[in-house]
């Protein structure tokens, strides 16, 4: 594989609805693209930070420069035979890792394609499609949250997501519970807003049979955690924190978390994913695919790591319909609650050009040879 150089191409797609969490509302996903050219071939990644650091300390614009300044320049030095040398040449640089999981990921793709491999074949998928789950954002009323619900039941996911902060958690749990019954898969996500004080608050989910409550402290508290999931029989599960194998084997030894969301940006690429997976697998964890509000570009990826093995709790993999009227690639569709891997060369699919022409609003080319 020769690199010949790096695009990176800034695009604006605008949400179907706002989505409320805990730290914000988007109303559009701000999306930067890598991709990355071979004498043979084109790869693509997408970078999953959002335009300001409030999911972590990445953003849009950090992302872009740490690639144009450090990142890309150091795979010119240092040439990379394969994506697998990628995230060694780029190690000196610390954190960024949803700027290195893009690169890599255009790379990894453009060496798959050069050879007509598989992303889910060459993770080590055993599945042709994957179970869906949906995040349901916050919403202003508890009627406009069921009725928010009852859409995605209707639409066929297997899995609902409740986005919870202090003041919106109980309430609208047991408003579903009521509404839709106990057979519902059912997990909240509170993005870091409660504090381990608020132990007794959380405590009082437990009556609902929910899958897992997600971060509930801040990412640095992974003793909090561990207190946490002493106090509160729902189990607990990691997102935020879990920024590497490491981390992850870390905060499962302590008794932080008894489940892992795995997001390859959060990770740093794809790779690290996977040994993230083999982690949880050895140590009996379950865990399941998150979701950034990706294009069908990083949907694709993830529809693909998710059809690993150890991936046995739904993931936050929903159809394109549920972010964008429009989707940059060929739209992924739910099928009886699921979506199936892509089975072309690389991640399978690519922007659609008269499409990505319409939401791009700059590009900018790095050379590297
Ligand atoms: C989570 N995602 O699991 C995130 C967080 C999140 C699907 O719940 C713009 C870009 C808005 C990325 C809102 C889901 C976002 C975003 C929430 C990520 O914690
Ligand atoms: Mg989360």
Redesign the pocket.
């Known amino acids: 594989m020769k690199l010949t150089g790096i695009e990176l191409r800034r695009v604006r797609m605008p949400?179907v609805a706002p989505?409320r969490?805990s730290?914000?509302t988007?109303t559009e996903?701000?999306v930067l693209l890598v991709r990355a050219v071979t004498g043979e071939a084109e790869g693509w990644g997408e970078c999953?930070a959002?335009?300001d650091p409030?999911?972590s300390s990445e953003y849009v614009e950090a992302a872009a420069d740490v690639m144009r300044r450090y990142l890309v320049p150091a795979l010119a030095d240092r040439p990379p035979a394969d994506a697998v040398a990628v995230a060694p040449a780029l190690r000196p640089f610390k954190g960024h890792r949803m700027a290195k999981a893009a690169l890599e990921t255009a790379i990894l793709d453009a060496e798959l394609r050069e050879t007509g491999r598989t992303f889910a074949r060459e993770l080590g998928a055993t599945r042709d499609r994957v179970p869906c789950g949906v995040?349901v954002?916050i919403t202003d009323s508890v009627p406009e949250l069921l009725d928010t619900v009852g859409g995605y039941l209707a639409e066929g996911y297997v899995r609902i997501?409740l986005?919870i902060e202090p003041g919106w958690d109980v309430a609208p749990v047991r408003a579903v519970r009521e509404r839709y019954g106990d057979d519902v898969l059912l997990q909240v996500?509170a993005?870091t807003a409660y504090t381990v004080g608020d132990a007794s608050l959380l405590a009082a989910l437990d009556p609902f049979g929910l899958l897992l409550i997600?971060?509930p402290l801040d990412e640095e508290d992974i003793l909090g955690h561990v207190e946490l999931s002493r106090r509160v029989r729902t189990p607990i599960c990691l997102?935020?924190s879990i920024v590497s194998a490491r981390a992850a084997a870390d905060a499962i030894r302590l008794g932080a978390c008894s489940i892992i969301?795995v997001?390859p940006g959060r990770v740093g690429g794809y790779l690290e994913s996977r040994r993230i997976h083999d982690v949880c697998v050895a140590n009996g964890v379950p865990v399941w695919c998150?979701?950034?509000?990706e294009t069908g570009v990083g949907r694709a990826a993830n529809v693909a790591l998710a059809a690993l093995p150890g991936f046995t709790l739904p993931g936050?993999t929903?159809a394109s319909d549920r972010y964008f009227r429009t989707d940059l690639t060929e739209p992924f569709v739910l099928e009886d609650g699921h979506l199936p891997v892509p089975d072309g060369p690389g991640i399978g699919v690519a922007p659609r050009p008269e499409i990505l022409a319409e939401v791009t609003t700059a590009t900018e080319w790095l050379p590297l040879a």
């Open positions: 949400l989505f969490t730290f914000g988007a996903r701000d999953v959002m335009t409030l999911y995040s954002g997501k986005k996500d993005n997600e971060q997102d935020e969301n997001k998150g979701g950034m509000l936050d929903s």
